[in-house]
């Protein structure tokens, strides 16, 4: 069975520039989360879709960040422009429960480590 | 709100030394919990989870025992190797309506032949 896939697994851009990042989870898997994991942390969620419907999105910063999941499939994530402090590396995770469905395991892809200048 | 504590790494052992991490927890309800491991380079992995009081999750020698009494759920291995150098990660997952992981910060390993 593949897993989740991401592109691009790197990225480095200029401060107030814009980049966008691809998940492809794992088939079949209705719940996709984008998280954020900066440099000595742990992964903190940005958003999470259930199907191509946000289910939760209360800490993604939506004056810059944003994500769709068209066809309730792959997953796009964007930020317009990008800050310093941005920076991080950025998990797709899918799962196969529907939210709700209580214990919750989650599969990530390799991430997309993003650096902004 | 829920949250998980970990041990503040990183943590170096030598060949087929004992591990111990720590992790406890706060939340409310009966959460579901979980390790996590980072290998250089990779991506999450779950390592073993435990999905109600008393059960032990256990896998590639490592277990942890879901203690609600303590609100803890500490790694242990009894004898680790070079190839577990990473970053292991405690989690969380309240199992409500969105069933989201809330993570520790992480504890590095390394091990030292």
């Known amino acids: 069975e593949a897993g989740v896939a991401q592109s691009p697994r790197y990225k480095i851009i200029e401060k107030r520039q814009s980049v966008a990042f691809w998940c492809n989870p794992i088939?079949?898997?209705?719940?996709l989360y984008w998280y954020q994991q900066i440099l000595g942390q742990g992964p903190k969620l940005l958003i999470q879709?259930?199907?191509?419907?946000?289910?939760?999105d209360s800490q993604l910063p939506k004056d810059r960040f944003s994500a769709e999941r068209l066809k309730g499939v792959d997953s796009t994530l964007k930020i317009q422009p990008a800050k310093l402090e941005d920076s991080a590396v950025y998990l797709c995770?899918?799962?196969?429960?529907?939210?709700?469905?209580?214990?919750?395991?989650?599969?990530f892809g390799p991430g997309t480590r993003l650096t902004v200048l | 709100g829920n949250s998980v504590t970990q041990m503040e790494g990183p943590v170096t052992l030598s060949e087929e030394a004992f591990l111990t991490i720590n992790c406890t927890y706060t939340?409310?309800?009966?959460?579901?919990l979980f390790w996590y491991v980072q290998y250089p380079g990779e991506g999450l992995q779950l390592l073993l989870k435990?999905?109600?009081?008393?059960d032990k999750g256990s896998n590639k020698g490592f277990e942890a025992t879901y203690r609600k009494e303590t609100t803890s759920f500490h790694l242990e291995k009894g004898s680790v190797q070079v190839s577990d150098s990473a970053v292991y990660f405690c989690?969380?997952?309240?199992?409500?309506?969105?069933?989201?992981?809330?993570f520790g910060k992480g504890t590095k390993l390394s091990v030292k032949p």
């Open positions: 995770a899918s799962s196969p429960r529907l939210a709700g469905g209580g214990y919750n395991e989650q599969f």
């Open positions: 088939s079949g898997h209705a719940t």
């Open positions: 879709f259930q199907n191509n419907g946000v289910v939760d």
């Open positions: 939340a409310t309800g009966y959460p579901s």
């Open positions: 435990a999905t109600k009081a008393d």
């Open positions: 989690a969380l997952s309240d199992g409500g309506s969105q069933g989201n992981l809330i």
